[in-house]
């Protein structure tokens, strides 16, 4: 133990730095004495409130973490001892003196935990929750968010956060939810699940990521720490490989993304020097790993795509023919609109528009709503490339009568503008 | 933990009654009550008459009023319910997808846990 004492800033840090990577970890000890996430969460959360009284007294420990869950096991075992019920023992929850901790605590816990780590990100993702209150309840529960910060990374009141949480808790705890690893045999759909909800994480913070409020928590990078801590639970998985790759990938791009005005940059139109290459290295070491299999999954192949456009010095010589391959590969693993849509601005470049407007044609016939607006604002492209450039007004007119976002809006606006000024 | 598995048909999802298809699909049923009971799991249940012989009591003021029919209105057909028991939510999903409604697409089961009042 390092008894130097810390100023109280110094020492805010380092309890800060414990929180981020002991949360989930003794969140997850904790689950299984208590049996109940809420309980378990409120024994980590005390252990942290003690944590800044005794480590200004007597400073911090050499094992933050092992001491942090020691103390909140301690302070659940007290409580239950003394309490016949668990709403007891909740409400006795008090650490009445520090924990001693010894190595061969540190040893035997470190052990036991990633198990648990791992089966608590299974329960956290369980299919039988709603998918949003998954999304809440892995960065609560896993990465430590505060109700409070979570609501401001979606828009949403802190009391309906709050309400979404407990749902969930209760659903767990009363629909007999396990709290264990799925059994071998599911393990691969589970964690299909769990890329889901870190996929949504991730999504959030990057359609959102306007950057008027910097006080918001960045969920991109709460989705890949996710992601890399799935990779030292469960090594050597291509898919979970890809994920990251294709987090990185995108993550990469992100200073190039925004302009000062807060306006979207399109990705042709990205400075390409301003995008983060040591994140774009460690994206392809990532990528490597992913595609070393017979069948690369869907996030390899996306993470492939993605790296087509970062081995790319600008816009007009990315190797397209390679990109349209990928997604015929992606449309075997899974149909959705929105690749085919890819595919048709990749054919686009590889081929012609001309060839890609017959396809887009096809593609429209069966639709989903939500799609249209990307249809038209596409097919505009494709004709406004065509030099047909009065078809391709019409269609960038309906493109923004069909969209409801009003950045997309003024994008399509500016093309419009473009297109007369040529004329 | 106690599971009541409610099943509810799609309309005109099950083979007509007394059909070649509906033998084979009351044989599964039979096959799944014999795997249910060997694993220990059946706690009871029982098929019930469809929705135009049910009949609805409800108590307005100080009358009871009387429905002739189902109180939802819904297009689904309540066939029956289960109760079985089983260790988790994880089971109970285990052996529901194994029900013969739910495994050829003849419907869905609502599994509902029982209460349990010995917990807080």
């Given at each position: 133990m390092?008894?130097?004492?810390l ?25 299984r004495?208590?049996?109940?996430i ?7 959360q ?12 007597d ?9 942090i ?8 075992i ?6 016949r ?15 001693n ?14 198990d ?6 299974f329960?956290c ?13 892995t ?7 505060p ?10 009141k802190?009391e309906?956060?709050?309400?979404r ?26 964690l ?26 960045d ?7 996710l992601?890399?801590?799935?990779l ?14 294709l ?39 990532h ?5 070393a ?11 492939a ?20 391959l990928?997604y ?11 690749y ?5 601005v ?7 528009p ?17 799609s ?11 004709l406004r ?6 078809e391709?007004l019409?269609?960038?007119?309906l493109?923004?009568d069909?969209?409801?976002?009003t950045?997309?809006?003024?994008f399509?606006?500016?093309?419009i ?7 | ?7 509810v ?20 049923y039979g ?38 029919g ?5 297009k ?9 028991e ?6 109970a ?20 846990p029982?209460?349990?009042?010995s917990?807080?």
């Amino acid at each position: 133990m390092s008894a130097r004492l810390l100023s109280k800033e110094a020492l805010k840090r380092r309890v800060d730095d414990a929180y981020a990577t002991e949360w989930g970890r003794s969140v997850a000890f904790l689950l299984r004495l208590t049996r109940d996430i809420q309980i378990a969460e409120d024994c980590v959360q005390d252990a942290f409130e003690s944590a800044l009284v005794y480590w200004q007294r007597d400073g911090v420990p050499d094992q933050p973490g092992a001491w942090i869950r020691k103390a909140a096991k301690h302070r659940f075992i007290d409580a239950a001892r003394s309490s016949r019920t668990r709403q007891e023992a909740l409400q006795r929850l008090r650490l009445l003196h520090p924990p001693n901790v010894h190595k061969e605590d540190v040893e035997q816990l470190d052990t036991l935990i990633k198990d648990d780590e791992l089966a608590l990100i299974f329960l956290c993702c369980h299919p039988a929750i709603a998918v949003t209150d998954q999304v809440m309840l892995t960065l609560r529960t896993v990465a430590g968010l505060p109700p409070r910060d979570i609501a401001v990374a979606f828009f949403a009141k802190d009391e309906a956060v709050r309400t979404r949480l407990l749902r969930a808790k209760r659903k767990i705890r009363g629909a007999g939810i396990p709290i264990k690893l799925p059994k071998s045999d599911e393990i691969e759909k589970r964690l299909h699940q769990v890329f889901a909800v870190i996929y949504l994480i991730f999504n959030e913070g990057y359609l959102a990521n306007r950057g008027e409020n910097a006080t918001r928590p960045d969920l991109t990078k709460e989705a890949i720490r996710l992601t890399a801590k799935l990779l030292e639970l469960i090594p050597n998985n291509n898919e979970t490989h890809g994920l990251l790759a294709l987090l990185l990938f995108t993550e990469s791009r992100s200073p190039a993304r925004i302009t000062t005005q807060d306006t979207l940059v399109p990705l042709d139109e990205q400075d390409r020097t301003r995008w983060d290459h040591d994140v774009i290295s460690q994206a392809f070491k990532h990528l490597e790993r992913a595609v070393a299999c017979e069948l690369p999954g869907r996030y390899a192949l996306q993470a492939a795509i993605a790296a087509e456009h970062s081995k790319a010095t600008d816009y007009a010589v990315t190797d397209w023919k390679t990109i349209v391959l990928l997604y015929d590969c992606l449309l075997e693993i899974e149909d959705s609109e929105i690749y085919r849509l890819n595919r048709c601005v990749a054919l686009s470049f590889s081929d012609s528009p001309l060839v890609a407007l017959d396809q887009l044609a096809e593609l429209e016939k069966g639709a989903l709503p939500e799609s249209h607006h990307l249809i038209s604002a596409t097919r505009a492209d494709f004709l406004r490339r065509a030099d047909r450039n009065e078809e391709a007004l019409v269609a960038y007119q309906l493109a923004i009568d069909q969209a409801d976002n009003t950045a997309v809006q003024k994008f399509l606006q500016r093309r419009i503008l473009e297109l007369i000024t040529k004329r | 933990m106690k599971y009541t598995f409610i099943l509810v048909a799609t309309p005109g999802a099950e083979p007509a009654y007394g059909s070649d298809e509906w033998k084979n699909y009351a044989a599964e049923y039979g096959a799944w009550n014999e795997q249910a009971a060997k694993a220990g799991i059946h706690r009871g249940g029982e098929p019930v008459q469809p929705p135009e012989r049910a009949t609805t009591v409800r108590k307005e003021g100080d009358e009871v009023k009387l429905h002739d029919g189902p109180f939802a209105e819904t297009k689904e057909v309540i066939l029956g319910w289960y109760l079985v028991e089983v260790d988790n939510l994880d089971e109970a999903i285990k052996w529901a997808s194994k029900m013969p409604l739910v495994d050829n697409g003849f419907g869905a089961i609502e599994i509902r846990p029982s209460v349990d009042f010995s917990q807080g």
